[in-house]
Nanobody, 116 residues
Framework: VQLVESGGGLVQPGGSLRLSCAAS????????MNWFRQAPGKGRELVAT????????DYVAAVKGRFTISRDNAKNAVYLQMNSLKPDDTAVYYC??????????WGQGTQVTVSS
């Protein structure tokens, strides 16, 4: 199983970024997918979840209305569109999947820095 994130970077407050996660090594369309983040000095936090069909999504309260999770099962990819970014969104963002039987996989993470 491999999860590879991309799309992070430095952005000014109010700006936007789109993160991508390319998945391989498992049947992607069978599983919900998740984005987590970890800010400096803090624990890892679940940011957004999408079901295997892409129809049902959920978000942590801090990002509702600003972030959108989506997926493309034909491309084995999940995305996180982040708008109206704030300095508090600064973190390393991780793609995560928990498969049947409890096997967990994480990507290497992509750094998002929101600063003027």
């Amino acid at each position: 199983v491999q999860l590879v994130e991309s799309g992070g970077g430095l952005v000014q407050p109010g700006g936007s970024l789109r993160l991508s996660c390319a998945a391989s090594g498992f049947t992607f369309s069978n599983y919900p997918m998740n984005w987590f983040r970890q800010a400096p000095g803090k624990g890892r936090e679940l940011v957004a979840t999408i079901d295997r069909t892409g129809r049902i999504t959920d978000y942590v309260a801090a990002v509702k209305g600003r972030f959108t999770i989506s997926r493309d099962n034909a491309k084995n990819a999940v995305y996180l569109q982040m708008n109206s970014l704030k300095p508090d969104d600064t973190a390393v963002y991780y793609c995560y999947v928990r498969r049947y039987g409890g096997s967990e996989s994480w990507g290497q993470g992509t750094q998002v820095t929101v600063s003027s």
